[in-house]
């Protein structure tokens, strides 16, 4: 059965922490891993992630996958209260899934002033 | 705009009444998919469509029926609605051979059976 789990499940940071955001993954046939912000709305894109060792950077996010561990992390540094949102990550398998995007359960992260 | 379309965006319905869910998306995407989102679960597929004419069971499909109309639009049915269907459901699209970057979600449907 296909996995994704993510860590921890929720975060309460100060302004101006940096915060690191986990997520494990078992898929039998591995595409992509997507990370998403989800602010009480639907979801936006953060990024995609398909080979490993290769860094995603936007802005104060940044993003790296090891396929051979089977985990990616997401980095925010120098939080702002704007980043508190639920982020979620999801694994994109093959064709033989409909490419549906299997999700796990988020990560909620409140950033304080 | 261009984008995946769900109506309603609110909606009550009593226990055992039956209510359709609509989404419709203009980007002439292949593949559709309905997802729910219940507190702390992140989002669950219920059904999903990877092409016009074809259907497929997701994660948890019962108590669901999907109608894949035509390659616009992405039908959900609840038959015989449930307390445990209250959640919030996501239609979705995407573009196969784009894979992730293609995914575009609608706005969601907050769902309450009371």
């Known amino acids: 059965e296909d996995k994704v789990v993510q860590s921890p499940l929720s975060l309460v940071v100060h302004e101006g922490d940096t915060v690191t955001l986990n997520c494990s993954y078992e898929?039998?046939?591995?595409?992509?891993l997507l990370w998403y912000k989800q602010e009480k709305k639907a979801p936006t894109f953060l990024f995609m992630l398909?080979?490993?060792?290769i860094e995603k950077k936007s802005g104060r996010l940044s993003s790296i996958l090891d396929k051979k561990e089977l985990f990616s992390i997401l980095n925010i540094t120098a939080t702002q209260t704007g980043d508190s949102a639920v982020y979620l990550c999801?694994?994109?398998?093959?064709?033989?899934?409909?490419?549906?995007?299997?999700f796990g359960k988020g990560t909620s992260l409140l950033v304080t002033p | 705009n261009a984008g995946v379309t769900q109506t309603p965006k609110f909606q009550v319905l009593k226990t055992g009444q039956s209510m359709t869910l609509q989404c419709a998306q203009d980007?002439?995407?292949?593949?559709m998919y309905w997802y729910r989102q219940d507190p702390g679960m992140g989002l669950r597929l219920i059904y999903y469509?990877?092409?016009?004419?074809?259907?497929d069971k997701g994660e948890v499909p019962n108590g669901y029926n999907v109608s894949r109309l035509n390659k616009r639009e992405f039908s959900l049915r609840l038959e015989s609605a449930a307390p445990s269907q209250t959640s919030v459901y996501f239609c979705?699209?995407?573009?196969?051979?784009?894979?992730?970057?293609?995914?575009?979600f609608g706005s969601g449907t907050r769902l309450t059976v009371v």
């Open positions: 398909t080979s490993s060792g």
């Open positions: 898929v039998t046939n591995f595409r992509s």
């Open positions: 979705a699209s995407s573009e196969a051979r784009q894979g992730g970057y293609g995914y575009t």
């Open positions: 999801a694994v994109l398998p093959g064709a033989n899934s409909g490419y549906a995007l299997n």
């Open positions: 469509s990877a092409s016009e004419g074809t259907t």
């Open positions: 980007m002439n995407h292949n593949s």
